[in-house]
T-cell receptor, first 110, second 113 residues
Framework: GDSVTQMEGPVTLSEEAFLTINCTYTATGYPSLFWYVQYPGEGLQLLLKATKADDKGSNKGFEATYRKETTSFHLEKGSVQVSDSAVYFC?????????FGQGTELSVKP | EPEVTQTPSHQVTQMGQEVILRCVPISNHLYFYWYRQILGQKVEFLVSFYNNEISEKSEIFDDQFSVERPDGSNFTLKIRSTKLEDSAMYFCASIPTGAAKQYFGPGTRLTVT
């Protein structure tokens, strides 16, 4: 069945470091892809999305490109801030439901 | 921006008791979902609901679970006889027709003792 695999966490970075969180997916069709963020004690917020191959989603300095050839949707940010500390979930949507990866915890130190 | 709301924010119940988790989706949304997240694990799909009936459910969503839209605004998840392993964060989500983005509520933390 459809699935999403993310890199293991936790990831600890210093402020202003470059961030990459890897995400790959398995799907029978061409799903929409998402990154959600969960700040401590809060619910899920959509960070960015891409609905077709080669689309780039971006928001708040984060970017991810839908790569059909490598079935990937890696999240990147050029310079992280302490306020980016959160758990990041990669997800795909095919049909109605979302299928999530296991989440990657990011901790940014000043 | 309109928000999905959920009540209560935290529910503690004893094993074997029934619980009802409540959600108020965004008013013009037509598709509704429940997900759960066991502490430290991934978010898992439970059920989707459209036009007053279940459109899809996962293998987690067994006979102990049910969903209902009792009026024009609420969307509820009932667990008939809770087990310890039902302890999790439960998220409600909704979308309008044809949209990709799912709007999530803040979640209800269910603790079964």
């Amino acid at each position: 069945g459809d699935s999403v695999t993310q890199m293991e966490g936790p990831v600890t970075l210093s402020e202003e470091a470059f961030l990459t969180i890897n995400c790959t997916y398995t799907a029978t069709g061409y799903p929409s892809l998402f990154w959600y963020v969960q700040y401590p004690g809060e619910g899920l917020q959509l960070l960015l999305k891409a609905t077709k191959a080669d689309d780039k989603g971006s928001n708040k300095g984060f970017e991810a490109t839908y790569r059909k050839e490598t079935t990937s949707f890696h999240l990147e940010k050029g310079s992280v801030q302490v306020s980016d500390s959160a758990v990041y979930f990669c997800a795909l949507r095919w049909g109605g439901k979302l299928i999530f990866g296991q989440g990657t915890e990011l901790s940014v130190k000043p | 921006e309109p928000e999905v709301t959920q009540t209560p924010s935290h529910q503690v119940t004893q094993m074997g008791q029934e619980v009802i988790l409540r959600c108020v989706p965004i008013s013009n949304h037509l598709y509704f979902y429940w997900y759960r997240q066991i502490l430290g694990q991934k978010v898992e799909f439970l059920v989707s609901f459209y036009n007053n009936e279940i459109s899809e459910k996962s293998e987690i969503f067994d006979d102990q679970f049910s969903v209902e839209r009792p009026d024009g605004s609420n969307f509820t998840l009932k667990i008939r006889s809770t087990k310890l392993e039902d302890s999790a964060m439960y998220f409600c989500a909704s979308i309008p027709t044809g949209a990709a983005k799912q709007y999530f509520g803040p979640g209800t933390r269910l603790t079964v003792t």
